[in-house]
Structure formats: structure tokens, C-alpha cells
């Protein structure tokens, strides 16, 4: 029976570096989300019904901690901080974007500045795709208070369904905020 | 690309009877549930790479509720009423399976007791599925403090990646928590 599908299910994706090891590595979250999403959603027979959106939100402030070392001196040095974060933001889409490509998976990939929670509920809000899929990793107490997880912000506010890929055990670092 | 795959992806949907109409409608949240399944993850040209196991929860005391006018007079009443219940739960799994062969895809579908949180839990330990689909409905102010709904439930406990299906707006009924 025909479904009446005019294009591919579009699945946004939101990707982001690893806590432990920096860029260009993908946090093993966001790895392990995307390569279920290719395994268990996409599957190896059918890249053509799917569309994947590769989304990395980039957070301003973890920016500026990653640099406490530089030195500003004018203007500019701030714009070179800002151009250096986002380069290394674009070494790690180029991570989802070659594995896509090399399994011929239709993609888009593309960085945001702000507050996760909010740039990732307002990217579904723009481009009404069919699933979001994030990753999630352990938080610890004080976490869990105050700041919770995007994945759960996410599954209460986004606007279309959204598919939480919960970390594996053996996966986790030995400190479980690592990612 | 190869990923490895032995199986179909396994996916579970939890269903359960119109809150309105009664068995053997299915609820609007699970018919929504079960359709967007179908649409944006199986998709009509992959049958052969999914399996659906479709769950029914009867909750004893809902059960009851809808029996008021029963007359028991002895221990086989109730058991009556049991399998009468049970009779109705099977009706509405047939819409499901019907839809299902249908379509050319395979599926298992059946019945369990209890609450719906625990069982359609233990029944995810159970089968290992590679998803959980939960339809989800509008609460009042009150069901949310001491209810809430199973989706939220399942996607905090269930050990598997969850994906809710929020009812969409044209659906609701006038009350809306008619389903």
C-alpha cells in the first residue's frame, strides 16, 4: 500500500565535540546516536527514503573558557576567537559528513551559536523535520538540578517526535560526565 | 556500506482503546502512533526490514469501571468478565494486524495485564527491541501531577531508544482528554 510519501523522512541530528578529547572528535553521545540512527532507522538498503540534518550548536561561554590563555588586545581578537571556535566546529561536522557521504546518505550540516535547548527546539520549529534524534549521556547530581539534559529539554519542547539515544554502559568513560 | 545487520529493526508500539468510543476503537494517540510508524520509519517500500510487535495494556481497574452494571453472584462471573474484557482487547488488536498484513509487514501482537508503566517496561527487557513507539495524549492540570502520562514514563525507564508521537492539534477532541 502506497503511503503517500512525496520525499525522503528528514531526520535532524544534533552533534557535538567531545568533553574529554576536544575537537574535531565527536562526543561519544552524538557518535553513538548517529550511528545508531544509520543502523537502525536508515539501514543499509535505503539511503534514499532519508535526508539526515546535521546540526552542531556551539555554546559562546564554553567557547571562552576553552581559551582562557589567549591574550585580547582589540576587537579583532575576539573575532579571530569566534573564527577559530567555528573552524574547529566545522572539522567535527566533517567527521558526520564524509560518513554520510561515503554510505551515500543525503546530507546537510551546519553550526549554530547559543543555547542548545534553544537553537536545537528553534531548528525544528524552521525546518519541521519528521525526528530528532540526540544523544545523552549520565549527569551528575548537580547536574541533573540545574541544568538537565538538552535531550530531555528537547523530548518535552521539540516540536516533532524526538528519539533520546541513550548512552551504552560500556561505553562510558571512566568519569561519566566525559563524553 | 555493510552495518552489520542480522535482523529486521524490532520496533514495539504500545496501543490501547479510545477513551471515547471505547474497544474496539484504537485511542487517537496510538492510531497516530501506529500510521506515523508505518509512513516515516518503515516507510511503504521497506517492509522486509522491520518487525512490529504490537503491545495491548488492559488495566484491571479501568476493567471494572466499565462494568458497573455487571451483576456477580459467583467466582465464574468474574472470570466472565475477564475474558470478555480480554475478548475486547483482541478486537482491537485486530485493527492492527489487519493494517499490518495489509501492508506486507510482519508482526506479533498481544495482550498483558497490569499497569501500563511496569509492564510495557518489563516487556521491552523482555524482548530487546531496537525502538519503543508510544502514541501520547493532552493531560489536565491534575493527571499530570499524579498521573502523568506513560509516554513520559517509558522514555525515562523503558531500556531502549523511545520515540513519542505527540497527538497533533487537529486531532483533539473537543475535552481533550478524549482519546
Chains 1, 2 share one sequence.
Not at 535532524?12 to 544509520?38: C, D, M, R, T
Not at 546535521?54 to 585580547?72: G, K, R
Not at 539534559?149 to 568513560?173: G, L, W
Request: proline letters at 6%.
Amino acid at each position: 500500500m502506497e503511503q503517500g510519501q512525496v520525499g525522503p523522512t528528514r531526520i535532524v541530528i544534533a552533534v557535538n565535540q567531545s568533553s574529554l578529547k576536544g575537537y574535531p572528535h565527536p562526543s561519544i553521545s552524538s557518535s553513538n546516536a548517529f550511528e545508531w540512527a544509520l543502523k537502525k532507522l536508515i539501514r543499509s538498503t535505503r539511503h534514499k527514503d532519508f535526508k539526515l540534518y546535521i546540526l552542531h550548536v556551539q555554546v559562546p561561554d564554553e567557547d571562552a573558557f576553552n581559551d582562557v590563555d589567549s591574550i585580547f588586545a582589540c576587537p579583532d581578537d575576539f573575532k579571530d576567537l569566534k573564527n577559530r571556535e567555528k573552524i574547529k566546529g566545522i572539522h567535527l561536522l566533517e567527521y558526520f559528513v564524509k560518513r554520510c557521504n561515503e554510505i551515500g546518505l543525503a546530507c546537510e550540516a551546519w553550526i549554530k551559536r547559543g543555547n542548545p535547548n534553544e537553537v536545537i527546539c528553534n531548528e525544528v520549529k524552521r525546518l519541521h523535520p519528521d525526528i530528532l534524534v540526540v544523544g545523552s549521556r549520565v549527569l551528575n547530581q548537580l547536574e541533573k538540578v540545574f541544568v538537565g539534559t538538552v535531550s530531555e529539554f528537547c523530548s518535552k519542547h521539540a516540536d516533532c517526535p524526538v528519539i533520546v539515544i541513550k548512552r551504552k554502559p560500556e561505553d562510558t568513560p571512566q568519569n561519566p560526565i566525559d563524553d
